[in-house]
Every structure is written in C-alpha cells, then in structure tokens.
C-alpha cells in the first residue's frame, strides 16, 4: 500500500494511494498514519481490504497539499557516509561500522514543502535518501530477518544539511542537521511488502533541472538490514520511527570548487524507484 497525509499544516488527514492513481480517504477508517497504526495488524487489513474492495471516496487532488506520510515521529536516526561512492567523493574512509546522528521530529515536512536556507548559512547542502519506517518496538535484533520483520515500509527523505554547521563550527553533525524544515518526508509511505528489495532501488536528485545525484541503494555499504539491526543494539526503536540510510555520491560537498551550495530560490528534486518524487523550492529562513 501506498499511504499518505494530505492536507494543511497540522490538520492533515490518512489517504491511500490506489493503484489506478487515485487518491482514497482514509479517514473513515484511521485517525491517522502513525505509530500505532503501523503497529496494528488489525487496522493495516481492515486498511488493505477496503482498498482492494475499492469502498473507499476518492477525493480531489487539486491544490491539496502532501504531508509527511507518519505524523509523531519519535525520532529520526541518520546513517553518515553509508555509500561507496559518496565516501569516495569526500574523500572518507570507508566506516567500519555505522556512524549515526540524529534529527529532531520537527525537522521533517511534507515532500513539495519550502525548505529554508538557514540565517548565516553559505553550504547548504542536498541529500536524497531512502527511508526505513519501524513498524515493530525493537530492542537489540540478532540478524537480518529480525530487522526486516520491524520495518512497516519505505519512504523517500530529503537530508538537507549545512556543510560549515556540521563540520567547520565544532561539536557534533547535528548543528547542521537540524535545521527547520531540514528533512522533507515522502510522498508515501510504501509498505514493505511492495519493496521486496530495498538494496535494489534507483535513486536520484535534481537540481534547477540538472542531474546531480544518479545512484542505487546497491551501492550502499551497510544495508537496510544491518542499518536496523545495528541501531537496535544502541537504542529502542519504536512503531513510527524513521531511519535515514544515508546518500549516494554528488552532494554539493563532493563537488570541485566553487561548489554548488544550494541559493534561495534553487529548486531541488528528488526520486526513489516506485517510492515517489519530491519538489522543494528553497528560500532564506
């Protein structure tokens, strides 16, 4: 299933994609697309069976706004350097294991949502990323079946970042990281069954219109597996937390100088294979 929250800031409402393209309410059946949804087998059938039964309304697309796909996020965990090609690009070592951060909830915002540049910054950076979404409480996960049975589905994410935050001003990544409206969310939320091999995955990000990053989630050097599995020895993770997976190569930072940083008015587009696209024009905070 491909689910998904529209509406205004705040007051967005469940929806299902269908698949003729059509947009279905689901607010007949679910409050809303969250932690305990993802965790509720019983809702997720009733969810399931009224769309293949096709009961559902359909609703009007024009001028209605996409949310993030999970409302209450818990916490967004981040994987740092996790491709191949990226590592090369910036000249890292290749992890030995996952380096992780964190970004707080209330960075994310819908996928076509303004991201703003933040006030003094001057290396605003993309980073498209695929997105795991925990639909099992998982603590301390022994292997890679384990990790995959508590992923409820796949999203597209948006790392935005601000390179002199992150690394020329001290302390940790998360100065840059966090930024408001530093980590667009969807379109969707597609269920796991309907990714049947998230290391198989075409990913990319535009620019004005021009192809910046053209990679593939094979490329990654700790998979969507090992990521959950890891994490878990770390910390709990609950129904509705979100892990990024980290990004493929051409990041601005990757870039001979002068390097690209993204400007006001920049418009930054980005896709994952069957997982959607997001549109983000960009303006000074």
Same mark, same amino acid.
């Given at each position: 299933?491909?689910?998904?929250?529209?509406?205004?800031?705040?007051?967005?409402?469940?929806?299902?994609?269908?698949?003729?393209? $059509?947009?279905? &309410?689901?607010?007949? +059946?679910?409050?809303?697309?969250?932690? *305990?949804?993802?965790? @509720?087998?019983?809702?997720? %059938?009733?969810?399931?069976?009224?769309?293949?039964?096709?009961?559902?309304?359909?609703?009007?697309?024009?001028?209605?706004?996409?949310?993030?796909?999970?409302?209450?996020?818990?916490?967004?965990?981040?994987?740092?350097?996790?491709?191949?090609?990226?590592?090369?690009?910036?000249?890292?070592?290749?992890?030995?294991?996952?380096?992780?951060?964190?970004?707080?909830?209330?960075?994310?915002?819908?996928?076509?949502?303004?991201?703003?540049?933040?006030?003094?910054?001057?290396?605003?950076?993309?980073?498209?990323?695929?997105?795991?979404?925990?639909?099992?409480?998982?603590?301390? $996960?022994?292997? &890679?079946?384990?990790? +995959?049975?508590?992923?409820?589905?796949? *999203?597209?994410?948006? @790392?935005?970042?601000?390179? %002199?935050?992150?690394?020329?001003?001290?302390?940790?990544?998360?100065?840059?990281?966090?930024?408001?409206?530093?980590?667009?969310?969807?379109?969707?939320?597609?269920?796991?069954?309907?990714?049947?091999?998230?290391?198989?995955?075409?990913?990319?990000?535009?620019?004005?219109?021009?192809?910046?990053?053209?990679?593939?989630?094979?490329?990654?050097?700790?998979?969507?597996?090992?990521?959950?599995?890891?994490?878990?020895?770390?910390?709990?993770?609950?129904?509705?937390?979100?892990?990024?997976?980290?990004?493929?190569?051409?990041?601005?930072?990757?870039?001979?100088?002068?390097?690209?940083?993204?400007?006001?008015?920049?418009?930054?587009?980005?896709?994952?294979?069957?997982?959607?696209?997001?549109?983000?024009?960009?303006?000074?905070?």
């Amino acid at each position: 299933m491909k689910l998904l929250r529209v509406g205004p800031v705040g007051a967005e409402r469940p929806a299902l994609l269908d698949e003729a393209g $059509l947009l279905r &309410d689901l607010s007949g +059946l679910v409050t809303d697309i969250d932690g *305990a949804l993802l965790a @509720d087998d019983a809702a997720l %059938a009733a969810v399931r069976a009224a769309a293949t039964a096709g009961d559902l309304p359909v609703r009007d697309t024009a001028g209605l706004r996409i949310g993030p796909p999970v409302a209450r996020i818990g916490k967004v965990v981040c994987i740092g350097l996790n491709y191949h090609d990226h590592a090369r690009e910036t000249g890292a070592a290749t992890p030995e294991e996952p380096i992780l951060f964190m970004k707080a909830p209330d960075t994310v915002v819908g996928p076509d949502d303004t991201v703003l540049i933040p006030r003094g910054s001057v290396k605003t950076d993309w980073e498209v990323e695929l997105a795991v979404v925990i639909g099992r409480t998982a603590r301390y $996960l022994a292997d &890679d079946e384990q990790a +995959l049975a508590v992923v409820a589905g796949y *999203a597209v994410a948006h @790392d935005v970042s601000e390179r %002199a935050f992150q690394i020329e001003r001290g302390g940790q990544w998360d100065k840059g990281k966090n930024c408001e409206t530093f980590n667009p969310l969807g379109p969707w939320l597609v269920t796991a069954d309907e990714v049947p091999d998230p290391q198989a995955l075409g990913i990319r990000l535009w620019v004005n219109g021009e192809l910046k990053q053209d990679g593939t989630t094979a490329e990654q050097i700790f998979p969507v597996a090992e990521v959950v599995r890891y994490v878990s020895q770390f910390m709990t993770l609950y129904p509705g937390d979100v892990i990024n997976t980290g990004t493929p190569a051409g990041v601005a930072m990757g870039q001979p100088e002068p390097k690209p940083y993204l400007r006001a008015g920049d418009v930054v587009e980005l896709e994952i294979d069957g997982l959607g696209r997001q549109r983000q024009a960009l303006r000074l905070a």
